[in-house]
């Protein structure tokens, strides 16, 4: 199995519902629009290095109307809080997936 979050439901499946649940009041919250969400999620996961999460959260960003320009300008925010390896691994990922689509 490939996927983590199918093992992670699979190996907890009270935590992982649990975990969902927070997840989908996080998005259910009115505070911020979805595309300023996924912004903010792929800032957070450039600074914490989760390039497999990035791979999801850039295409919902563009999804949801995001630019590339703004998806690099999430991803540069991150400079001063983890370094230029963070912004090194992701802004490739954003680069690619914009090209592909």
Known sequence: MSNPLELF???????AQAF???IQSIVASK???EKTKQLIYIALKTVDGDTLAL???IPAAKEL???????????LVS??????????NAIPLAVKFFEQS
């Open 9 to 15: 439901q699979k190996e907890a499946p009270e935590v």
């Open 20 to 22: 969902n649940g927070l």
């Open 31 to 33: 505070g911020l629009d």
């Open 55 to 57: 791979q999801y959260h």
């Open 65 to 75: 109307g995001a630019t590339k320009a703004q998806v690099i300008d999430a991803i």
């Open 79 to 88: 400079l001063t809080v983890c370094g230029i390896k963070g912004v090194a």
